[in-house]
C-alpha cells in the first residue's frame, strides 16, 4: 500500500523543493520505492487516466507523443491484473489491434511505452510468438490483430479491446465493425483507442456515439517526456498549418482549411430519397497499377434531373462504389454491375492512365456497353473548380451514405487533395458531374468504335 493521497500528489512533489522530495522518498519503505514507477495513476496525466461512468468506448485523441501509446498500455494492465500477480482481474480476453501486426507488436506490445515496458516484473505477461498471444501469470490472454485483415475477426470474442491509431486504418470501418461484433464477453466489455485525429468516419461516427467518451491532449502536455529538438523542430516547421492542428493539437478537424467543400454544407445537401432521374452516368477513375496496396478504383455513379433550362438542371450523387482492384477486371466488372443496377446510360472513365486498355477491358466484359472516354488536359484542381461551383448553387444533392467520399471531397484543396494517396472517389465525381452538368451535349451523340 501507498501512503494516502500518494495518487492525487505526483504534480506537488515533483514542483516541491529538492529537500522535500527527498523527505519524501525517505517516507517509503524499499517495497513502495520499488512499486512507484508501476503506479500509473500516480504519475499519469489527467488525459491518460480513463473518464467515470457507463461508458462502452474510451477514446483518447491526442498529438504526437501526447502519450497516447502509454496510456492504452497502462488501460489494459488495469484491465487483466487483479489484487495480486495470480488473481484474476476484469479482463480475461483481450485483443489488441494496429493497422498492420508489425505495428501491434513492435509498438504496442514491445515498444518503450508498451505493455511489457510498463509492466511490473511479477505480472509482466509471457509473449508467445507462434500465436501472436500474451499470456499473464492470473491467465488471461491478449491476442494481437491487424486491421488489414477484418476477416480475421469473425470467431474470436473478447471482454475488453486496444484498438491503436484506429483514424489511419486503411479499412477502419470494416474492421472496427467485427471488433463490435466480438467485444461480447463478460458484463461489461470495453474499448480504449489511443489515436492521433483524422477526419475519418470511422472516428468521427465512433464520437458520436453516447457510448463514447473522450480524452484529449496536444503534444506539448507531454513535453517533460520528449527531447526538446523534437518539440522545437514540429514547432518551427507546422505550428499554425492544419496538419500542425492536426499532429500536433490533436485536434479533429471538421474541415481542411481552403477546401473547395465542408462538412457544413454536404450534410445540408443530404436528400432521404433521388428523385428519378432524366440520364444516369457511372464515372470510373481507374487506377494507374493493380496490386495489393494500390489505389482504390474510384467508381461513383449520378444523374441529373433535365427539368427547365440547363441552369436549373438538379444533379444527384447516388452512389459511391469504389472498390480496391487487384486486376483490372475487378474494377470493369463493378463499373458494369453499377451501369445494370442503377440503369445508367453510359460510362464516362478517365484514359489518361490506362489509354486504349480501360476501353479493351470494359468491352471484354460488355461489347455493347455504351462508353465514353474523357482525358484528363488540366489537373485534379482544375477540374474540381466548376463542380465545387455546381454545390455552391445548391444544384448538386446526395444520397445518404456516401461518407468516405465526402472525406475526400473535403480534403480537395486550391493547392491539391490533403489526405493520404489519391482522391480517387473525387476524380470520379467530377468525371460524372461534368459529364451529367458541364458538357450535356455529348451526352445526344452516337455511339461510335471509340465510345459516345
Known sequence: MMPCGLTSGAKLIASAPRLNQVEFLKSLSAAQVAALPYLFEFWALPHQLPPIGDWRTWVIMGGRGAGKTRAGAEWVRSMVEGPRPNVPGTARRVAIVAETMDQAREVMVF??????AVSPPDRRPDWISTRRMLVWPNGAQAQLFSAHEPESLRGPQFDALWADELAKWRKGGETWDMLQFGLRLGDHPRACVTTTPRRVSVLRDLLCLDTTVMTHAPTQANRANLAQS???????RYAGTSLGRQEIDGTLLDDVDGAF????QLAASQVRNVPECTRVVVAI????TSHKGSDECGIVVAGVVME?????WRSYVIADLTVAAARPSDWAKAAISAMHRFGADRLVAEVNQGGDMVEAVLRQLDPLVPYRSVHASRGKVARAEPIAALYEQGRVKHARGLAKLEDQMCQMTATGFAGRGSPDRVDALVWALHDLMIDPAQKWQEPTIRGL
Do not use: H, K, N, Y
Open 308 to 312: 427547365g433550362p440547363p441552369q436549373e
Open 230 to 236: 523534437f518539440i522545437t523542430e514540429i514547432e518551427a
Open 261 to 264: 467543400w465542408s462538412m457544413e
Open 285 to 288: 477513375d481507374p487506377v494507374a
Open 111 to 116: 515498444g518503450e511505452s508498451g505493455i511489457m
